[in-house]
């Protein structure tokens, strides 16, 4: 274990801290599924509204996607580029 | 790996652009990338599309048939888009929206030609939200008073005790990068899974890719134009208000 450079520990560490940011998709995955979950009702009570319920739902479901993409993209950053490096 | 534009050309995981070359300009060091060469690719298919949409609408016919029908059919379903979401002053913002969607929808579509998607670049995705920003402020000074975008900026509270101005502001600072990081990290994030499945290609994997094309670029790169113009649409409407 005496052979570890820095550089290589800053490495391992960076693969966990991205391990550890890709659990912001937790949150995303609930709310969209809330967000489907509700259109389904929705479409339920009044299926003549499909294509309007089935439009805002993908759009509002896109937007709480952002948060989740958020954590993806400081994984992405620690694990190819590597600021820390 | 170097020089190679199409994705799935190597047996290693290849993510990256690329630069193919470089030159100087005003003492710095530029790159001409893969991203570049996609987006020319890119602008090349929608420059003839537009050649040969208009020398069949030179010579169009009262009944229309074969290209023709496909062209009037993309204006209409751009024009029902915009004028069903931003009401009576949709008609002026149908070209920029229109253009915007149909080559942001080019370019994630091109994930499945094995290019590097253009828009997997946030030197694509930046400007784009920028023009949209540039848009939304632009109206935004146009139709409403000083006065109102002030009241606007302090919104929570009475425009005499601007505690919350700069966290509107913060907000509204937000609004291109959340656009442009929304765009980017979905198609970039398919880009990625495509080249981990491209680099197993030569030991487990067989059929599936084609599953997974349908999905992250065709599903997702949809979804995703119809949501950065949505987006657009929507800040452009309220920018403008409610008055006219």
Same mark, same amino acid.
Not at chain 2, 28 to 48: A, K, Q, R
Not at chain 2, 207 to 220: K, N, R, T
């Given at each position: 274990?005496?052979? @570890?450079?820095?550089?290589?520990?800053?490495?391992?560490?960076?693969?966990?801290?991205?391990?550890?940011?890709?659990?912001?998709?937790?949150?995303?995955?609930?709310?969209?599924?809330?967000?489907?979950?509700?259109?389904?009702?929705?479409?339920?009570?009044?299926?003549?509204?499909?294509?309007?319920?089935?439009?805002?739902?993908?759009?509002?479901?896109?937007?709480?996607?952002?948060?989740?993409?958020?954590?993806?993209?400081?994984?992405?950053?620690?694990?190819?580029? +590597? %600021?820390?490096? | 790996?170097?020089?190679?534009?199409?994705?799935?050309?190597?047996?290693?995981?290849? @993510?990256?652009?690329?630069?193919?070359?470089?030159?100087?300009?005003?003492?710095?060091?530029?790159?001409?990338?893969?991203?570049?060469?996609?987006?020319?690719?890119?602008?090349?298919?929608?420059?003839?599309?537009?050649?040969? $949409?208009?020398?069949?609408?030179?010579?169009?016919?009262?009944? %229309?048939?074969?290209?023709?029908?496909?062209?009037?059919?993309?204006?209409?379903?751009?024009?029902?888009?915009?004028?069903?979401?931003?009401?009576?002053?949709?008609?002026?913002?149908?070209?920029?929206?229109?253009? #915007?969607?149909?080559?942001?929808?080019?370019?994630?579509?091109?994930?499945?030609?094995?290019?590097?998607?253009?828009?997997?670049?946030?030197?694509?995705?930046?400007?784009?939200?920028?023009?949209?920003?540039?848009?939304?402020?632009?109206?935004?000074?146009?139709?409403?008073?000083?006065? +109102?975008?002030?009241?606007?900026?302090?919104?929570?509270?009475?425009?005499?005790?601007?505690?919350?101005?700069?966290?509107?502001?913060?907000?509204?600072?937000?609004?291109?990068?959340?656009?442009? /990081?929304?765009?980017?990290?979905?198609?970039?994030?398919?880009?990625?899974?495509? $080249? /981990?499945?491209?680099?197993?290609?030569?030991?487990?994997?067989?059929?599936?890719?084609?599953?997974?094309?349908?999905?992250?670029?065709?599903?997702?790169?949809? #979804?995703?134009?119809?949501?950065?113009?949505?987006?657009?649409?929507?800040? @452009?409407?309220?920018? @403008?208000?409610?008055?006219?």
């Amino acid at each position: 274990m005496d052979n @570890i450079t820095g550089a290589e520990l800053i490495r391992a560490c960076s693969a966990i801290g991205a391990g550890l940011a890709v659990i912001a998709g937790i949150g995303p995955g609930i709310g969209q599924g809330i967000a489907a979950g509700h259109a389904a009702s929705a479409v339920g009570r009044n299926p003549g509204a499909k294509s309007d319920i089935t439009s805002t739902m993908l759009l509002g479901q896109a937007v709480a996607e952002t948060t989740g993409l958020y954590g993806l993209l400081v994984a992405i950053l620690l694990m190819f580029v +590597q %600021p820390l490096v | 790996m170097q020089g190679s534009i199409l994705l799935s050309s190597g047996s290693d995981i290849d @993510i990256m652009v690329h630069g193919l070359f470089s030159y100087e300009l005003f003492g710095h060091e530029f790159w001409i990338t893969t991203t570049h060469v996609s987006i020319l690719i890119v602008m090349i298919i929608l420059i003839g599309f537009s050649i040969a $949409a208009n020398r069949a609408m030179k010579h169009a016919s009262e009944v %229309p048939g074969g290209f023709q029908n496909v062209v009037e059919l993309i204006v209409e379903m751009l024009e029902n888009m915009v004028c069903g979401t931003m009401g009576k002053c949709g008609g002026r913002f149908v070209n920029y929206v229109g253009t #915007i969607f149909i080559f942001i929808l080019i370019s994630n579509l091109s994930g499945l030609f094995g290019l590097r998607p253009p828009t997997a670049d946030y030197g694509v995705t930046l400007p784009l939200a920028l023009l949209s920003f540039i848009l939304i402020h632009f109206n935004q000074f146009k139709y409403q008073t000083p006065k +109102q975008i002030w009241t606007d900026m302090c919104s929570p509270l009475p425009p005499w005790l601007p505690i919350w101005f700069p966290i509107n502001l913060i907000s509204e600072i937000a609004v291109p990068i959340s656009l442009s /990081l929304r765009l980017f990290a979905n198609v970039l994030s398919g880009t990625i899974i495509m $080249a /981990l499945i491209y680099a197993l290609l030569s030991k487990v994997a067989y059929f599936w890719p084609g599953a997974l094309h349908a999905y992250f670029d065709v599903f997702s790169g949809c #979804i995703q134009t119809y949501v950065f113009c949505m987006l657009t649409m929507t800040y @452009i409407s309220n920018a @403008i208000g409610e008055e006219e």
